[in-house]
């Protein structure tokens, strides 16, 4: 029954992310219902990842409770960025997919054994899984507004104008989203690695271990900060900036799920 009822769920949320799209893709009397629609995706993705992660009285930390968080982060972190910058609410027509895509991976790799689970959380390890997910959320973000750029610059290009491009943010818009997102992905990160190297001290008396995880967060951090000051100093825009912050995005995805997916299934015994 648990089982049924955590495919039902998060099956129930891929239908919510994909219809929240074609929603906000429509015309404007569907506004409404997009809106609904990701409000609903929200509850249902946070009891999916409730269920994923927690079950039998361990919590879980394999490749698909990690998507499932993934998912429900980028949806906590998307709500007051849509809210109170009301240009980038069309952006749900590319991050809805593309989280109805990962929660479909967490729930087809849900059905394989369950790895990686321990009976309680410490502090600093809440506060660094916390950091991690705020952070990845909003690289999400800010990659999904790189695309929007991209897309609206092509169009501006060709000249020609369909219901993306007038549903998606205006160049200047997106572009100054994905900056302002990747400014406090940066300070996220910052203290996402902060608190990784004061875990790693209180639990195992030593610094953070140089693995590929750590090297990709610090290399995404080097990047994301790379980016911000060279757009600061000679005000490089469009798609570079685009460009940057979608290669910051990939090294997140390898070093969050990418590790974990390398663990949990290629490493596994």
Not at 231 to 255: K, S, T
Request: aromatic residues 8%; proline residues 3%.
């Amino acid at each position: 029954m648990a089982g049924m009822t955590e495919l039902t769920i998060s099956l129930a949320t891929c239908a919510a992310l994909l219809a929240a799209a074609v929603f906000r893709l429509g015309p404007g009397w569907l506004h409404g219902l997009a809106r609904t629609a990701l409000a609903a995706a929200l509850l249902l993705a946070i009891a999916a990842a409730y269920l994923h992660v927690y079950a039998d009285g361990r919590w879980r930390s394999d490749f698909a409770a990690t998507l499932w968080l993934i998912v429900a982060a980028c949806l906590l972190v998307a709500m007051p960025v849509f809210s109170l910058r009301k240009s980038s609410q069309g952006l749900i027509v590319l991050l809805g997919p593309l989280l109805a895509l990962l929660a479909l991976l967490g729930t087809v790799w849900a059905s394989q054994p369950r790895s990686s689970s321990f009976d309680a959380w410490g502090a600093w390890l809440t506060v660094h899984v916390a950091v991690s997910l705020a952070t990845f959320a909003l690289v999400t973000l800010a990659a999904v507004a790189g695309v929007a750029t991209m897309l609206q610059s092509r169009t501006l290009k060709a000249k020609t104008r369909g219901p993306l491009s007038r549903t998606l943010p205006s160049v200047a818009e997106a572009e100054a989203l994905e900056i302002n997102l990747m400014v406090a992905a940066e300070g996220f990160l910052a203290i996402g690695i902060a608190t990784g190297f004061a875990e790693a001290i209180i639990a195992r008396g030593s610094l953070l271990p140089l693995d590929h995880k750590t090297v990709l967060a610090i290399a995404g951090f080097v990047v994301i900060g790379g980016l911000l000051g060279v757009h600061h100093v000679a005000g490089i825009r469009g798609r570079f900036v685009a460009r940057l912050g979608l290669a910051a995005y990939l090294l997140l995805l390898l070093a969050y799920p990418g590790v974990k997916f390398v663990t949990s299934f290629l490493l596994a015994p």
